[in-house]
């Protein structure tokens, strides 16, 4: 009787015992937030002044880690060094694609430069950008941006969505195609979406930052996760406003990185049996280039970067005898010269510019080619183009009227008055010296961006040919100023405001 007794309670303890959960799956994730152009190791005074950084290391950090793992960022990857503003998105996305992200965000400083430059960029990524509230203005999604995607590892289903900052948006003429919804508004209307495709998990790569401000002006990362208690973490960016740290609220994990690149953030999330959230454990990883040593291939591509950032750094091209300022609302002396040079470049009898090809100005002294590629890192291409005069005429009319975006001219002689109607401000025009002709044909180098519009409207489509040369208009301004020793600025007189 005994021994039946005590193989019962032995039967009793062993399915109590048997009934225990069982550990579930976990997943690791790294997170990078404003790389900023820091693509290489720098001695880090906060890690013994040890090489530390850049994407050479944090390749090989993971490999070093192994295993499965997302890998995501969290936008402003080029935006200070000079390697970076000179190979621009394009070349960070380039770098990116070795390392092997699973997914990335954009910030308002990634689309600085225009959706061109995005554009070209981002179809060379071999990961997915994701941005949730960036549509184009008929609410369609831009090219090759996700609203959201679904991912998995280790079992674990994951919903990655991407979010930019409405107020800090560049809102330039060079964006006009797109706009930036509201963050939460635009997240918010994901969510039914995502629920059916039943994610274990919710990501949201953001970066926009959070404690912005304490007046509520700007949505940030913790009003998100007060207002969306669906998401479960929140990959944060903004370098201006974040450190290395992992906040909790309203149940939503808040994690960001330090800027530059000197570390990487590794979250491992712990999931029971039903792969619900348990649990987590958080620390940044100092990428420190002794410990993990670097990727040898990513490491020459990113030197091969430098190197060709360094020839051009100190290269004098010429000497400006004295300043070229240049202005958005009004002729330049820059705006002149480089209307004049691209004329004289394709031989044509007008030369036309967009005053917003240009971030700044010069002052008197040595030019170098850094300075000019500062100043112009945009990719617009000179295109030759065959107009009438009345459409001419027409173009300009609709060029003027564009805020903060004045054409700068060459061959022409231009009397208005901006204060009259839209077809009544030009008065008078001149083509080098001689009467505008309505039916006569006049040739024009142009930049590629004004054909498409970069002027605010579609006027210069109205063309009797056109022809792309395939030459950027910072090459042609570069071979303009090189052939000269000392360059004066031009008169700028093309523009007479009528009194």
Not at 137 to 147: A, C, E, F, L, Y
Not at 299 to 318: F, H, L, N, P, Y
Not at 426 to 433: A, P, S, T
Request: include cysteine; charge should be neutral.
């Amino acid at each position: 009787m005994k021994t039946r007794l005590l193989f019962f309670v032995l039967l009793f303890v062993f399915v109590v015992c048997g009934c225990k959960e069982k550990p579930g799956p976990h997943i690791v994730i790294y997170h990078t937030n404003d790389i900023q152009g820091f693509y290489w190791p720098r001695n880090f005074a906060e890690n013994n002044n040890r090489p530390t950084g850049g994407l050479a290391v944090l390749k090989e950090m993971l490999s070093h880690n192994g295993g499965q793992y997302f890998l995501f960022d969290s936008g402003n990857s080029f935006s200070v060094t000079q390697e970076g503003k000179l190979f621009k998105l394009e070349g960070a996305i380039k770098l990116m694609n070795k390392v092997g992200y699973t997914a990335a965000t954009l910030s308002y400083a990634d689309l600085a430069l225009g959706w061109e430059v995005v554009q070209k960029a981002i179809s060379q990524a071999e990961f997915p950008i994701v941005v949730s509230n960036l549509e184009l203005k008929d609410g369609s999604s831009p090219k090759n941006i996700k609203r959201y995607i679904i991912t998995e590892k280790s079992g674990i289903k994951a919903a990655v969505l991407g979010v930019m900052s409405k107020k800090d948006f560049p809102d330039i003429l060079r964006n006009s195609s797109l706009q930036v919804t509201d963050e939460i508004s635009a997240l918010k209307k994901l969510l039914p979406k995502i629920e059916k495709e039943k994610p274990d998990i919710i990501i949201l790569l953001s970066s926009i930052g959070f404690d912005l401000d304490a007046t509520g002006q700007q949505t940030d990362e913790r009003q998100i996760a007060e207002e969306i208690p669906e998401i479960n973490l929140i990959l944060g960016g903004n370098g201006e406003v974040s450190g290395t740290d992992m906040d909790e609220v309203s149940g939503t994990l808040l994690t960001r990185n330090s800027p530059m690149l000197f570390e990487a953030g590794k979250i491992i999330l712990n999931f029971n049996s039903n792969k619900q959230f348990i649990s987590y454990d958080f620390k940044g990883i100092l990428l420190d280039k002794e410990l993990f040593g670097q990727d040898e291939i990513l490491a020459q591509q990113v030197q091969d970067m430098r190197s060709a950032a360094a020839k051009i750094t100190g290269r004098k091209i010429t000497n400006l005898k004295n300043d070229f300022p240049t202005y958005n609302d009004k002729p330049s002396a820059l705006g002149t010269y480089s209307a004049a040079c691209i004329k004289r470049w394709g031989r044509s009898e007008i030369g036309i510019i967009n005053s917003d090809a240009f971030l700044e100005g010069f002052k008197a002294g040595p030019l170098s080619e850094v300075q000019l590629s500062n100043a112009m890192p945009f990719n617009d291409r000179v295109m030759f183009i065959k107009m009438r005069g009345d459409e001419l005429k027409n173009a300009l009319e609709y060029s003027i009227a564009t805020k903060n975006n004045w054409p700068q001219t060459s061959g022409l002689d231009i009397i208005y008055d901006d204060t009259r109607p839209l077809g009544q401000k030009i008065i008078k025009i001149r083509v080098n010296g001689a009467p505008l002709v309505n039916e006569r044909i006049y040739s024009v180098s142009v930049s590629d961006h004004i054909v498409a519009g970069g002027m605010g409207h579609d006027e210069f489509l109205n063309v009797f040919e056109f022809k792309n040369t395939d030459r950027t208009v910072l090459d042609i301004l570069k071979w303009c100023f090189f052939r000269e020793k000392d360059v004066y600025a031009p008169a700028v007189n093309d523009w007479k405001k009528q009194k």
